[in-house]
T-cell receptor, first 119, second 112 residues
Framework: NAGVTQTPKFQVLKTGQSMTLQCAQD?????MYWYRQDPGMGLRLIYY???????DKGEVPNGYNVSRLNKREFSLRLESAAPSQTSVYFC??????????????????FGQGTRLTVV | AQSVTQLGSHVSVSEGALVLLRCNYS??????LFWYVQYPNQGLQLLLK??????LVKGINGFEAEFKKSETSFHLTKPSAHMSDAAEYFCAVKAHTGKLIFGQGTTLQVKP
């Protein structure tokens, strides 16, 4: 049981390049999240998907797009990378085996993170 | 909008001493509250959560937290610190939309 899997683990981009961070979960969760972690800032929510086919902006969505491809996968795209997007990115999922009533009272499970450097 | 504030970005204790990490929340509706721990170069792991019911919540590794509505607090405690507790700790609140919002984090240092 893999849980939440993120790829790649490390990436170096040049300013202006684009890339997609991939995330997949095998727990049949409805909700999925993308966060960025910066020193002293904690984890800040970039985008959130409550269920397949829905996405919602978080605290810091500018410069990012997301796609909830299906229930398992939630990708994060940087169209034109900037040095300010250098960060560690975490994907997470939450829910109770496909039940929407688990939206609020269930914890999130996290991937191992993607360390992105934009030069 | 829901939010959490963690008081103190760094906390240092001696091994065997009490650990107290502070978290205050802001929520217009009954909150769902979580504490997570992050060890170096790893993802986040759930320590404990408060949803409904008992206000004193016990978690893994000897940690516990008490939900105090009158103080809008959810402080994390452990009676006796161990060297292996050194990590970063995050308090989080779940909004009614399902969004999970984190505090800024507290780094716990345990001195021998």
């Amino acid at each position: 049981n893999a849980g939440v899997t993120q790829t790649p683990k490390f990436q170096v981009l040049k300013t202006g390049q684009s890339m997609t961070l991939q995330c997949a979960q095998d727990m049949n969760h409805n909700s999925m999240y993308w966060y960025r972690q910066d020193p002293g800032m904690g984890l800040r929510l970039i985008y959130y998907s409550a269920s397949e086919g829905t996405t919602d902006k978080g605290e810091v969505p500018n410069g990012y797009n997301v796609s909830r491809l299906n229930k398992r996968e939630f990708s994060l795209r940087l169209e034109s990378a900037a040095p300010s997007q250098t960060s560690v990115y975490f994907c997470a999922s939450s829910g109770v085996n496909g039940h929407l009533w688990g939206l609020l009272n269930t914890e999130a499970f996290f991937g191992q993170g993607t360390r992105l450097t934009v030069v | 909008a829901q939010s959490v504030t963690q008081l103190g970005s760094h906390v240092s204790v001696s091994e065997g001493a009490l650990v107290l990490l502070r978290c205050n929340y802001s929520s217009s509706v009954p909150p769902y509250l979580f504490w997570y721990v992050q060890y170096p170069n790893q993802g986040l792991q759930l320590l404990l959560k408060y949803t409904t019911g008992a206000t004193l919540v016990k978690g893994i590794n000897g940690f516990e937290a008490e939900f105090k509505k009158s103080e809008t607090s959810f402080h994390l405690t452990k009676p006796s610190a161990h060297m292996s507790d050194a990590a970063e700790y995050f308090c989080a609140v779940k909004a009614h939309t399902g969004k999970l919002i984190f505090g800024q984090g507290t780094t716990l240092q345990v001195k021998p």
